[in-house]
């Protein structure tokens, strides 16, 4: 349950990562939009730039496993400062995932887990509800906020870029017209 939850959507939303800055570079080039300057790029003055925002997508799906018991994830330790740097973090991550055992993850969905951030706060939780009230929104904040840096800056992203990985899940003949 706990793995279902997490590990598949990971999965899918940093493959859509990945194609939205893909889809990034080449606009750049196409647009005289430097890598360093959609790099740096934020939504505001106290926001982390794209780079922070991939990396901590990234980060926010290698954390939730190894909180439940997953081993062996790569370590991320400073920000990218090129597309190439970006892609690859988020295919370490991607391969990672890959590895992750369901029935580590899954064993207790009520144990406690605990964490506690650089500023001091501790939380404790149980695994069911770390994975809902922390993990999932965390995960998908950074996701959305790397996203809209590159929509803010132009590139030509919309919701299927978000959300392509839906399609297979498409009735047939239902899908609208242009």
Not at 135 to 151: D, K, T
Request: net charge negative.
């Amino acid at each position: 349950m706990l793995y279902d939850m997490t590990v598949p959507a990971y999965i899918n939303g940093l493959r859509a990562l990945s194609a939205q800055l893909a889809k990034a570079l080449v606009w750049g080039a196409d647009n005289d939009v430097g890598e360093l300057q959609l790099v740096v790029s934020r939504l505001a003055p106290d926001m982390f730039p794209l780079a922070a925002q991939i990396r901590s997508s990234c980060l926010q799906a290698i954390q939730p496993p190894t909180r439940l018991g997953a081993t062996g994830a790569p370590t991320l330790t400073d920000d990218a400062t090129d597309f190439a740097g970006l892609q690859a973090q988020i295919a370490s991550t991607l391969a990672w995932l890959d590895t992750v055992d369901a029935a580590t993850m899954d064993a207790d969905p009520d144990r406690p887990v605990s964490f506690d951030l650089p500023n001091g706060m501790i939380f404790d939780m149980t695994a069911r509800t770390y994975v809902r009230d922390w993990a999932q929104p965390q995960f998908y904040f950074h996701l959305v906020a790397a996203y809209s840096i590159l929509r803010h800056m132009g590139v030509p992203l919309g919701k299927a870029d978000y959300v392509g990985y839906i399609t297979p899940y498409l009735r047939a003949g239902t899908a609208p017209v242009a």
